[in-house]
Nanobody, 124 residues
């Protein structure tokens, strides 16, 4: 299983970006897919996830109302639409695939497969 993240870039505060995570080697429906991010000197932080079981969606409080995660099974791709970006959103964004139990969706160590990361930089 391989994950390819893309779509990062340098934008001004208030702008939007859409990240993509393309899965290869296995069908998307077998996994819960999550986005995490890591800023310099910080721990990896949960951003959003879409469950493999029923498509339930989870967001970190810091991105609720601004970010939207979606899954396109036909393209084997998960997207993260990020609106109203803030400088605090600056980080390397990683997508991950795994099968955590619902209560552990936000724990990075429970995901088996990781993409290479894509840099998002938001200037003020």
């Amino acid at each position: 299983v391989q994950l390819q993240a893309s779509g990062g870039g340098l934008v001004q505060a208030g702008a939007s970006l859409r990240l993509s995570c393309a899965l290869s080697g296995r069908t998307l429906r077998f996994y819960t897919i999550a986005w995490f991010r890591q800023a310099p000197g910080e721990e990896r932080e949960f951003v959003a996830a879409v469950s493999r079981n029923d498509g339930s969606i989870y967001y970190a409080d810091s991105v609720k109302g601004r970010f939207t995660i979606s899954r396109d099974n036909a393209k084997n791709t998960v997207y993260l639409q990020m609106n109203t970006l803030k400088p605090d959103d600056t980080a390397v964004y990683y997508c991950a695939a795994g099968n955590p139990i619902t209560s552990a969706t936000m724990r990075p160590h429970l995901y088996s497969y990781w993409g290479q990361g894509t840099q998002v930089t938001v200037s003020s």
